[in-house]
């Protein structure tokens, strides 16, 4: 059974940093696509980042490009979403997902991507 266990949510001033980890068990392949997504209070959830079990590649939804970066530790089995330069509207409750047929992100902004989810960490910007 695929679980994901997020980690890294905390109060933050406008400009402050935060790393967001996502440690994942329980799959039967090595390569495996990871996506942060975010939903904050009345909002729909939203994608925010993936990157891809097939190359690597990373994705980043306009709202975060350039402030936030992903990356992963395989050894750890780890997903970091580093996020800088933050903004009060980047409060939100923020979530990894993970899809259980595929490699891709293509499609990730969308919450039907993610077959898997964890529970979730708050991060709240405030001054």
């Known amino acids: 059974q695929v679980q994901l266990v997020e980690s890294g949510g905390g109060l933050v001033q406008p400009g402050g940093s935060l790393r967001l980890s996502c440690a994942a068990s329980?799959?039967?392949?090595?390569?495996?696509?990871i996506g942060w997504f975010r939903q904050a209070p009345g909002k729909e959830r939203e994608g925010v980042s993936c990157?891809?079990?097939?190359?690597?590649?990373?994705y980043y939804a306009d709202s975060v490009k350039g402030r936030f970066s992903i990356s992963r530790d395989n050894a750890k089995k780890t997903v970091y979403l580093q996020m800088n330069s933050l903004k009060p509207e980047d409060t939100a409750v923020y979530y990894c997902?993970?899809?259980?047929?595929?490699?891709?992100?293509?499609?990730?902004?969308?919450?039907?991507?993610?077959?898997?989810w964890g529970q979730g960490t708050q991060v709240t910007v405030s001054s």
């Open positions: 329980g799959f039967t392949r090595s390569y495996y696509a």
């Open positions: 997902a993970t899809p259980g047929s595929h490699l891709y992100c293509s499609g990730y902004k969308a919450e039907s991507w993610g077959d898997y």
């Open positions: 990157i891809s079990g097939s190359d690597g590649g990373t």
